[in-house]
């Protein structure tokens, strides 16, 4: 009897555990980036093994609660359990098996090149220029309270919106002019704090075309809460006529500024030969 009692109670427990499990899944679709996939994919994995630990101990505690009450034994103090041993190993070798699946589970996802900041290399540093062929390098610069992105070999620079094209590697080195800012997607999973005098990398892979706030995360001034800007998301036909628009936009800027110094300087000139006596 007493064996059939146990064995209700432990399929009662594993049917609560089983239960547990669907609540917390998490929608794959979505995520925007390479980064934010591995982070959403390490949460879910951790999820999966703490949702049904924490059930199993609160059940087993309410179950001991109800069948070790004093009104049950006529107000009688219960015995205490004598040592057992293999109890004892059962849940030490248990603890192992978890700690080793969430140290695994964490070190493919915190190791990923996606979500780590260290450089590629052992001898590799952070400074642009050590991207692989075919990733976009843009550098990053903030100061209060605007973010300005220079396009590495493109000959683009604006402070508008940070334009980047879909599954496609991208190197953002980001730095700062003046107090410590920050480069915050949450839609992308990227994070990273912009330091004077330093350069940290941000690798990641956007995979889903659209718009993304970006905005800092660290307090940095009177202007902080309206330092924000956006990270757009295009196919590579749409990366390709933006950096010809811009590129030609500032060709042109350039163009109407010389001309306008050349017609300024001119008029001095024209104005001192006319001050000189001259025709």
């Known amino acids: 009897m007493r064996r059939t009692h146990r064995a209700a109670v432990a399929a009662v427990l594993f049917g609560f555990t089983l239960a547990a499990v669907p609540i917390v899944a998490v929608a794959g679709s979505g995520s925007g980036s390479v980064t934010n996939q591995l982070i959403r994919r390490l949460n879910r994995q951790l999820l999966y093994l703490a949702v049904p630990i924490a059930v199993l101990v609160e059940v087993i505690l309410l179950y001991t609660v109800w069948r070790f009450r004093s009104d049950r034994n006529g107000g009688e103090e219960p015995r205490p359990t004598r040592e057992n041993r293999q109890l004892e190993i ?3 070798i248990a603890t192992a098996i978890v700690l080793l699946f969430v140290g695994t589970a964490s070190f493919h996802a915190l190791a990923h090149p996606a979500v780590s900041t260290l450089p590629d290399g052992p001898h590799g540093g ?3 220029g050590g991207a692989p062929e075919g990733a976009v390098e843009v550098n990053v610069t903030t100061e209060q309270w605007e973010y300005t992105f220079e396009y590495l070999d493109e000959d683009v620079t604006t402070d508008d ?25 949450p839609g992308l ?3 990273q704090d912009a330091v004077p005098g330093e350069t940290h990398l941000i690798r990641t892979e956007p995979t889903e075309t659209g718009e993304y706030r970006l905005y800092c995360a660290e307090l940095c001034g009177e202007g902080h809460p309206e330092m924000l800007s956006t990270v757009r998301v295009v196919d590579e036909d749409g990366y390709e006529s933006w950096l ?3 590129a030609d936009g500032d060709a042109a800027s350039d163009s109407d500024d010389e001309s306008g110094t050349e017609s300024t300087d001119g008029s001095d000139n024209e104005s001192t030969d006319r001050v000189g006596g001259g025709p």
Not at 163 to 185: C, F, G, M, Q, W
Request: aromatic share 8%; charged share 20%.
């Open 90 to 92: 059962t849940w030490t």
């Open 244 to 246: 010809t628009e811009r």
């Open 161 to 185: 919106e940070l334009v980047l094209p879909a599954n496609r590697p991208v190197y953002l080195y980001v730095t700062s002019e003046d107090v410590i800012h920050s480069v915050h997607v």
């Open 189 to 191: 999973g990227l994070k």
């Open 126 to 128: 952070q400074e642009p």
